[in-house]
């Protein structure tokens, strides 16, 4: 099993960015596809972004592109997810996923494990 530990979640005015970071298990991390997701409350939780085994294949929602970045840090155990000019629609829990198929995919039903979640939230 995979245990994932999210952080780096807080309280940020517009425009400002944050840096979350996903703790996994040591022996399993390389095995599998990374991804986020967020549900803002009575919302439906909705994909953020996604990335593959090797780092190298990344998938964004539209709604973050050329705002967040997804990283994998395989030495560290770590994936990431860098938010810079941060929107009040932006706030919600953010939760990192693990899938075992190993293939970066927008679709949370591909993720097997997911972490407790850290709150963001983005002032105006």
């Known amino acids: 099993q995979v245990q994932l530990v999210e952080s780096g979640g807080g309280l940020v005015q517009a425009g400002g960015s944050l840096r979350l970071s996903c703790a996994a298990d040591?022996?399993?991390?390389?095995?599998?596809?990374m991804g986020w997701f967020r549900q803002a409350p009575g919302k439906e939780r909705e994909f953020v972004a996604a990335?593959?085994?090797?780092?190298?294949?990344?998938s964004y929602a539209d709604s973050v592109k050329g705002r967040f970045t997804i990283s994998r840090d395989n030495a560290k155990i770590t994936v990431y997810l860098q938010m810079n000019n941060l929107k009040p629609e932006d706030t919600a829990a953010y939760y990192c996923a693990a899938s075992f198929f190993g293939r970066a995919s927008e679709d949370k039903s591909a993720y097997t494990y997911w972490g407790q979640g850290t709150q963001v939230t983005v002032s105006s």
């Open positions: 990335v593959g085994l090797s780092g190298g294949a990344t």
């Open positions: 040591v022996r399993t991390f390389t095995r599998y596809a």
